[in-house]
């Protein structure tokens, strides 16, 4: 919804503003709001800083409309504004303009008029929005990714990379944070957080140091992929040195008494890797999809808490690199036969 801002002494104007406009109105397209001179907008501003767009006369008592067009460049600098006044002449348009107003409406108001000029405005006020929006996540970005990354992230060769389908060999791993409902049922939201990203913190980095990446964070979960050579080793180690990691952190005494611990389960095999999600939306996710990363999930969901958990096909690949008890068959959701599994031990 668009929030426009009529200042103007003449009462008569916001019946008429309410009557042409009844329909978008009635749709939430639009929202007005009314002053009767430059004094009274800088309040209603203030007291609703959504405000999208003013369309101002310049002829009012206390503050008149070339003085707004100052104030709201100082203070609202986002706000597009458009003059509506008798006052048609070049000198006023002139100040006007230099004061930074979009476009310029003359009385007696051609309501037509207005209306397109309000539209052509409001794909002003959405392209502002965009590129601030644009520049704000790739300032984010930049606090994040190496620069050499970001560089070859605006040439066509990354175009291309980003849109491959492939077929790949690699390892998953689902990481799950064993009880954390608790902390954020009974925190608040700023401690929730906090802890929650000291968490992640120390799983990212164990993650990275062994050559993997985090495929998304789920709630207080993690979705990690190993790929290239001895992935399944490098994604145990990992592990490993996360479960360590986490079990030294120190238990939390308030509002409940909470030892971090987590359950994980790891599978490796093909499994696809592309662009999945919505285009239309624009939100697309670079991820692996398969048999092989539901199947990790559920070994995640049947580990215990400390656990690491591994199925036979992994066990066979691996016995002889790390220490593995036999934990038994286990019934994972959509699998038609139990499942026979080991737990990493170290």
Known sequence: MTKILVVDDEPDLEMLIKQKFRQKIREQKYEFFFALNGKEALDKIQQNPEIDIVLSDINMPEMDGLTLLSHLNESSPLIKS?????????????????RG?????????????LSVTIERTILQVNQI???????KENDILRMYVDKTVLSFMGSREFESSIMVNETVEATVVFIDICGFTAISENETPDAVVK???NYFDVIVKEIIAQGGYIDKFMGDAVMAIFRDEYHLDRAIDACLAVRKQIEEMPQTAHPVPFTPQLSIGLNSGEMISGNIGSANLRRLDYTVIGDV???????????????????ENAYHKVKESFNCKKVGEVTLKNKALPMLVYEVMD
């Open 293 to 311: 990363v539901n199947t990790a999930q559920r070994l995640q969901t049947a580990a215990d808490a400390g656990q690491i958990i591994i199925n």
């Open 129 to 135: 929005r965009e590129t601030l929006k644009a520049i």
């Open 195 to 197: 802890l929650l990203n």
């Open 82 to 98: 458009v003059i509506i006044s008798a006052y048609g002449d070049m000198e006023n348009i002139r100040i006007a303009m230099n």
């Open 101 to 113: 107003a979009f476009d310029f409406v003359t009385k007696p108001v051609n309501f037509d008029d």
